[in-house]
T-cell receptor, first 114, second 111 residues
Framework: ETGVTQSPTHLIKTRGQQVTLRCSSQSGHNTVSWYQQALGQGPQFIFQYYREEENGRGNFPPRFSGLQFPNYSSELNVNALELDDSALYLC?????????????FGQGTRLTVV | GNSVTQMEGPVTLSEEAFLTINCTYTATGYPSLFWYVQYPGEGLQLLLKATKADDKGSNKGFEATYRKETTSFHLEKGSVQVSDSAVYFCAPSGGYQKVTFGTGTKLQVIP
């Protein structure tokens, strides 16, 4: 158990809709990262939040956005869903500071866009 | 940025065979190195880690040694089991847990 929980576990949405995925990190973990893992691929970095501010972003369009809250929870929002957004979305959290390198992953949310 | 190269899969082995999955990386600075495992239909689990050169990470019979000279972190296990069938990801991680993943190596162990 990593202490990182994601909800929901599975989700089906229609193209063009909006979706919010949620993550609850371990207490004390003030860094949260989100990854997209398409079928048969490795996880791709979407963005990271550190102390509620964006701290790096991968090659994803602005319709992917996030929020981090003081209670160690966070959200990934995706607008105008496309079929290619179908993937496993992983949340990872970690401890304080630049020196912390270990990421603790949740079990993921599997999003299907139809 | 960081990058990682793993051997192409799938790797198919008979039970009790010796396993090696090669991993080389490029990175700025001195990242920590991790192996993650993903069982079918599940998320990522940390298998083992090494945080500095010459460290050996080990867990559940798996081992990997951080080789700074060759920028490698090869995964080995002396005797694989059917239950080891999964996808394995080598992943360097820099500050603030900036983890880089490759495409992974699928391992299939047959009885």
């Amino acid at each position: 158990e990593t202490g990182v929980t994601q909800s929901p576990t599975h989700l089906i949405k229609t193209r063009g809709q909006q979706v919010t995925l949620r993550c609850s990190s371990q207490s004390g973990h003030n860094t949260v990262s989100w990854y997209q893992q398409a079928l048969g691929q490795g996880p791709q970095f979407i963005f990271q939040y550190y102390r509620e501010e964006e701290n790096g972003r991968g090659n994803f369009p602005p319709r992917f956005s996030g929020l981090q809250f003081p209670n160690y929870s966070s959200e990934l929002n995706v607008n105008a869903l496309e079929l290619d957004d179908s993937a496993l979305y992983l949340c990872a959290s970690g401890g304080q500071g630049q020196g912390n390198t270990e990421a603790f992953f949740g079990q993921g949310t599997r999003l299907t866009v139809v | 940025g960081n990058s990682v190269t793993q051997m192409e899969g799938p790797v198919t082995l008979s039970e009790e065979a010796f396993l090696t999955i090669n991993c080389t990386y490029t990175a700025t600075g001195y990242p920590s190195l991790f192996w993650y495992v993903q069982y079918p239909g599940e998320g990522l689990q940390l298998l083992l880690k090494a945080t500095k050169a010459d460290d050996k990470g080990s867990n559940k019979g798996f081992e990997a040694t951080y080789r700074k000279e060759t920028t490698s972190f090869h995964l080995e296990k002396g005797s694989v089991q059917v239950s080891d069938s999964a996808v394995y990801f080598c992943a360097p991680s820099g500050g603030y847990q900036k983890v880089t993943f490759g495409t992974g190596t699928k391992l299939q162990v047959i009885p």
